[in-house]
């Protein structure tokens, strides 16, 4: 073999490289960020991690190298807004250090409230500035126009860590770092930069210090949720999306009863493998650097309630939104003028939207006022009235500012405040039907957990309509085709047949989901066992079956756009 049939090799397999293909690896394009997925981000990973291995024992030199690489990174999905969050961490690293410094309770309460109305302010710009401009259009008529403005990806999750950093200092569970270039590293740290997981500064920041400790284990671990991240991806969330979920959702109205219904299951599968096939890459990409990431999905779809979901979804959101939220606000221990402010407001819209549809149909304020007597109901009848109105009411806050954050649009509110809504008439469910977790396991346990996962999962799949559809009209179109649905195999096996390559991956999605632990278990002891050279070829493999499976490109990440 020689080099020019090698270069010929390449050139027939990837085409000719130019030099405007050499200068676009390099500039900003908003329609080719630089995702885990390309081939463009594995060719540089490869070369930026052989230096990273020679830095292997320096400090500083790594940190800045890992810094730059990030920041190149950032640049390459957001464009010039990584210097919105550069500016941002210079801000939040002198705030931290004079709060830390600071002994009168007064002035450490301004900083802190400070810090946190400057980086939601950053935040609220850029998310929700065009949202409150067309709510005050929609409710006082008026004309304000609306703003040009690009929202950088990934801003909502350094900002949370951002914050999550000065807060914790604030409480005094940590110190600051010994300087900005370390706080830099731990805020701009690449693979979980745009999408998560959110990382705490207190898991995060002393694995800085601790001295780069690569085990075998560690590479395995790593190149197993590599592949594994990039076959949910690519493999099945993009095919799904791009052959069947995206067209339904866009157009539900040219589609069957069951083609709805299967379009809700197929963006179920789709968000769960896009959002933790990112996940398992970041982990896996910062394994290989020598760090550990929170796992942050414990296959959600098992949940027998919807609070287990919360356990398991998005774990390091829902964590945070708890320890920094929902205790923040009164927890189960006491109210808050913040903890009410947004459920009244909700259903206070809620109840005005039912009746300024009255005339048209009673159905809408019929909803909106059996959804505040269902939530009152949740703490009326509890035992300990008080505090569990305090516990719901905070939850249902906790929820609507969740849904919030994934988007300024009515959707995400409503999708919030199902959740929240749900979570506390499962504590008065418990209330009065308390589980039994160290009981026996018997026949009616396992057929009870079956019908309360299939329960679980078909609210959450309701949901995510409101989700995923473009606006909360859109929604409503969906459910009501769902509603309409007849038994009618014939037309079902035809579309079925049409659509069988898209039916067949979310098979194996909720297959592969649905797997028992000691299976995964087992694949993985048996990915470990194999040679260095399987491993890396079985990587190479996966990566050409992204590149042959890819019929539109690389699909950006649905998590980016929050």
């Known amino acids: 073999m020689t080099i020019n049939s090698i270069n010929d090799w390449f050139i027939q397999t990837f085409g000719a490289i130019t030099i405007e293909q050499v200068q676009g690896w390099f500039i900003y394009n908003k329609k080719e960020p630089l995702l885990f997925n390309t081939g463009l981000f594995l060719g540089m990973f490869l070369i930026f991690y052989l230096v990273y291995a020679f830095l292997r024992k320096t400090f500083y030199l790594r940190l800045v190298y890992v810094i730059l690489f990030s920041l190149f990174f950032y640049y390459k999905s957001s464009g010039i807004y990584f210097l919105l969050l550069i500016l941002s961490s210079v801000v939040d690293y002198n705030l931290s250090g004079v709060i830390y410094k600071e002994n009168r309770e007064g002035w450490r309460k301004f900083y802190i409230w400070l810090s946190v109305i400057l980086n939601l302010g950053l935040l609220g710009y850029f998310k929700y500035t065009n949202f409150l401009i067309g709510t005050y259009n929609d409710m006082f008529s008026g004309h304000l126009a609306f703003h040009d403005i690009l929202l950088p990806v990934g801003i909502s999750f350094y900002t949370f860590q951002s914050i999550s950093y000065i807060i914790e200092i604030y409480r005094k569970e940590i110190v600051p770092t010994n300087n900005y ?92 493998c896009d959002f933790s096939g990112y996940s398992d890459m970041a982990i896996g990409v910062a394994l290989l650097l020598g760090f550990k990431l929170p796992t942050n999905f414990r296959t959600p779809y098992k949940s027998a309630s919807i609070t287990e979901f919360w356990r398991r979804w998005h774990i390091s959101l829902s964590t945070w939104l708890k320890d920094f939220l929902y205790i923040s606000i009164g927890g189960n221990r006491n109210g808050s003028f913040a903890g009410f402010l947004f459920p009244a407001l909700f259903f206070f819209g809620l109840v005005v939207w039912g009746i300024s549809y009255s005339t048209v149909s009673h159905i809408p304020l019929i909803i909106a006022v059996s959804s505040l007597v269902l939530f009152s109901l949740t703490f009326i009848l509890s035992k300990d009235r008080e505090k569990t109105m305090f516990t719901n009411v905070n939850l249902l806050t906790t929820m609507l500012l969740g849904g919030l954050w994934h988007g300024a649009s009515l959707r995400f509110i409503i999708w919030g405040a199902l959740h929240g809504v749900a979570l506390a008439v499962h504590k008065i469910f418990l209330e009065f039907f308390p589980s039994k977790k160290d009981g026996e396991k018997n026949a009616f346990s396992y057929i009870w957990r079956f019908f309360s996962v299939l329960l679980t999962f078909h609210f959450v799949v309701f949901c995510w ?84 499976t890819a019929t539109a490109g690389p699909q950006p990440f649905i998590y980016f756009q929050f």
């Open 181 to 272: 270039v370390e706080y830099l590293f731990f805020v701009s740290f690449f693979p979980q930069l745009v999408a998560g997981p959110i990382v705490r500064a207190k898991d995060f920041l002393p694995q800085i210090y601790q001295k780069l400790n690569l085990t075998k284990e560690d590479v395995n671990a790593a190149l197993f949720l590599l592949i594994g991240g990039l076959i949910k991806k690519t493999v099945i969330s993009d095919y799904i999306s791009i052959n069947f979920v995206d067209r339904v959702f866009d157009a539900p109205t040219s589609y069957t009863a069951f083609e709805n219904l299967m379009a809700s299951y197929g963006y179920a599968i789709q968000i769960y």
């Open 465 to 548: 309509l409101f989700f995923r559809a473009k606006d909360f009209d859109t929604a409503l179109q969906i459910v009501n085709n769902i509603g309409q649905l007849t038994f009618d195999p014939k037309q079902w096996q035809i579309i079925i047949q049409g659509y069988k390559n898209v039916f067949l991956l979310m098979l194996v999605g909720y297959i592969w989901h649905f797997l028992p632990e000691g299976i995964t278990r087992n694949m993985k002891l048996a990915f470990d066992k194999t040679p260095l050279i399987g491993k890396a070829i079985i990587l190479g493999f996966v990566y050409w079956i992204v590149y042959a």
